[in-house]
């Protein structure tokens, strides 16, 4: 596709609930990121995959959460037992190269509210 | 570990003027990269402008320039001819060796017309 693709835009879930947020890179790109940035702040890193290799996650908050790039493409975060604290929008981010010289290109995010 | 500063929570800027937002970087990496990013309302994340720490010359892309510093460790965003559509929450950002982006805090700017 054209850009990042993500979905769902916008997720609630109750607390307690699991939820998984999908990632469709830009075709070709090997370096792909999740972010989380709470209201009026910076995104924070969370987890980084080089193809289908998880190279970093010591972004990731606890245990409950988990990501997966099995085929080296999409990639799928998933948040088990969601609690209020996990309210943020989530991002996702590819890149052409592993060298950090090219800029990540960004998804719209997914929008997560738990209640 | 690198941090980024933006000291700026909010700018203001008449249209049709030019504004700087500013940043500074710590980090320990010889060889770094740096990145401006422009978030509006809708959250995309926009990319604006890269300046490599070997780059001997700031980097310019149409109306934004970046003012790089090294020695002072600092990265300003200078738009030029601001416009209204460049309301927005600005994010300075710096790589380490694989890509991973660290942020900074933001800067809104809002511009007046």
């Known amino acids: 596709g054209a850009g990042v693709s993500q979905s769902p835009r916008y997720k609630v879930a109750k607390r307690g609930q699991d939820v998984a947020l999908r990632c469709d890179p830009i075709?070709?790109?090997?370096?792909l990121f999740w972010y989380q940035q709470a209201l009026g702040q910076g995104p924070e890193f969370l987890t980084y995959f080089q193809n289908e290799a998880q190279l970093d996650k010591s972004g990731l908050p606890s245990d409950r959460f988990f990501a997966e790039r099995p085929e080296g493409s999409v990639s799928t975060l998933k948040i088990q037992r969601t609690q209020q604290e996990d309210s943020a929008v989530y991002l996702c981010?590819?890149?052409?190269?592993?060298?950090?010289?090219?800029?990540?290109?960004f998804g719209n995010g997914t929008r997560l509210t738990v209640t | 570990a690198q941090k980024i500063t933006q000291t700026q929570p909010g700018m203001f800027v008449q249209e049709k003027e030019a504004v700087t937002l500013d940043c500074t970087y710590d980090t320990s990496d010889p060889s770094y990269g740096l990145f401006w990013y422009k978030q509006p309302s809708s959250g995309e994340m926009i990319f604006l402008i890269y300046q490599g720490s070997y780059d001997q010359q700031n980097a310019t892309e149409g109306r934004y320039s970046l003012n790089f510093q090294k020695a002072r460790k600092s990265a300003n965003l200078v738009i030029s001819a601001s416009q209204l559509g460049d309301s927005a929450m600005y994010f300075c950002a710096a790589f380490t060796s694989y890509g991973k982006l660290t942020f900074g805090q933001g800067t809104i700017l809002t511009v007046h017309p």
């Open positions: 075709s070709g790109h090997v370096s």
């Open positions: 981010a590819s890149s052409i190269t592993t060298g950090g010289s090219s800029p990540l290109h």
